[in-house]
């Protein structure tokens, strides 16, 4: 089993800047892709951005400009670095691993003020 851990969420006011974290207990580069998800309340999980073993990201259009996934291979650290931020970004982020098996973190709440 893999827990993974996310940090860095608090409450923000619109416009703000907030950097989240996942540690990871192995290698990241065990994992074929790193991905954080997010929910909002009443709302399906959807998710926000990705990053492969190589390097390439990927970011869903509402985030596109404002949001950047990166890793620190050394740290065994995903990061999530979330810039002129909305109330619509409110919700639980969640980390996840992709390989053979999916593992999840347990979430961090950001709060958006607007």
């Known amino acids: 089993q893999v827990q993974l851990v996310e940090s860095g969420g608090v409450l923000v006011q619109a416009g703000g800047s907030l950097r989240l974290s996942c540690a990871v207990p192995?290698?990241?580069?065990?994992?074929?892709?790193m991905r954080w998800h997010r929910q909002a309340p009443g709302k399906q999980r959807e998710l926000v951005a990705a990053?492969?073993?190589?390097?390439?990201?990927r970011y869903t259009d509402s985030v596109e400009g404002r949001f950047t996934i990166t890793k620190d291979n050394a740290k065994n650290t995903v990061y999530l670095q979330m810039n002129s931020l909305k109330p619509e970004d409110t919700a639980v982020y969640y980390c996840?691993?992709?390989?053979?098996?999916?593992?999840w973190g347990q979430g961090t709440q950001v709060t958006v003020s607007s």
């Open positions: 996840n691993a992709l390989t053979a098996l999916n593992y």
């Open positions: 192995r290698s990241i580069g065990s994992f074929d892709v």
């Open positions: 990053i492969t073993r190589g390097g390439l990201t």
